[in-house]
């Protein structure tokens, strides 16, 4: 796919719980290659877009197209939506890996399963994944028996196994003692330096500022402020913003 192939395009996108009007609509485009930031307070939207763009969320209004196909549609086929999930990958706060299932096993398990790729070449890429992110000695570890650091990093790995076309991290590193953060941060940092397309939640605003090219800052229910990390961090022009950037810093 060349590069500004649109992987995600957003026109007015509207989610509820209910009464509770949460995304009131968000527009936007995220193109291959993009490393997205989204910034904001807590309660504002940002998991419930994640949640949206790999549909683990029904979408109430505007329309959102990822990879081409149209996802706002309420009736989405379930295999469409299934070809879907392993293209957009998900990297959650809490890991989310299974406990009684080795690094190795976690990693084979859904190329096996979801990909029907041949158990030989699961074992092959789950090793070369776990060795780049420094994990090839842990293969048969069970998650127990890791760090929060490495499980994120086993996290990734597994995300990765499925040839995502983007991932999605919803705060990775926000589950860590502070001395872990690193190496997790290292780890996307390489990802995204290689052109994988990411969007990351994130509190992480060293990283949002070095590595993103784009930052959606999130306030209410919509986008309130977006641009380059250089635009948002260093010349915000929304008092929201402002407000928020220096209640962070
Ligand atoms: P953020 O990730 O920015 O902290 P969320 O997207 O998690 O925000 O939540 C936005 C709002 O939606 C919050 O008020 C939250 O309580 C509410 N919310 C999130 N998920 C659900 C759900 N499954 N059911 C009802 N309300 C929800
Ligand atoms: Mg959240």
């Known amino acids: 796919m ?13 989610k509820s719980y ?38 683990l ?13 149209d996802i706002s549609s309420p009736t989405l086929n379930q295999k469409v939506l299934r070809q879907l999930r392993s293209k957009v990958s998900m990297v959650f706060q809490h890991f989310n890996l299974f406990p009684h299932l080795t690094v190795l096993e976690n990693l084979m398990l859904a190329p096996q399963k979801v990909l029907k790729s041949p158990q030989s070449q699961c074992r092959e890429q789950a090793l070369f994944y776990l060795e780049k992110v420094g994990l090839a000695e842990k293969a048969h570890f069970y998650p127990e028996q890791l760090s929060g650091g490495q499980k994120q990093r086993v996290a990734i ?28 941060l290292t780890v996307m940092r390489n990802l995204a330096q290689e052109g994988m397309t990411m969007v990351v939640v994130t509190h992480e605003m060293q990283f949002a500022r070095e590595v993103s090219n784009l930052v959606l800052f999130f306030n209410q229910g919509i986008i309130e402020e977006q641009g380059d990390p250089q635009q948002v961090f260093t010349n915000p022009q929304s008092d929201r913003l402002k407000a928020f950037l220096s209640r962070i810093n």
């Open 57 to 69: 969320e029904t979408i109430n209004g505007g329309r959102l197209e990822v990879l081409g196909v």
């Open 157 to 184: 790995a597994r995300s990765l196994c499925m040839k995502p076309e983007v991932i999605l991290f919803d705060e990775p590193t926000s589950a860590l003692d502070p001395e872990l953060v690193g190496e997790v």
């Open 2 to 14: 060349e590069d500004n192939y649109p992987i995600i395009v957003c026109d007015n996108l509207r």
């Open 18 to 55: 209910g009464s509770l009007e949460v995304l009131k609509g968000v527009t936007g485009r995220l193109s291959k290659g993009d490393v997205v930031s989204v910034i904001g307070p807590s309660g504002c939207g940002k998991s419930t877009f994640l949640r949206c763009l790999n549909r």
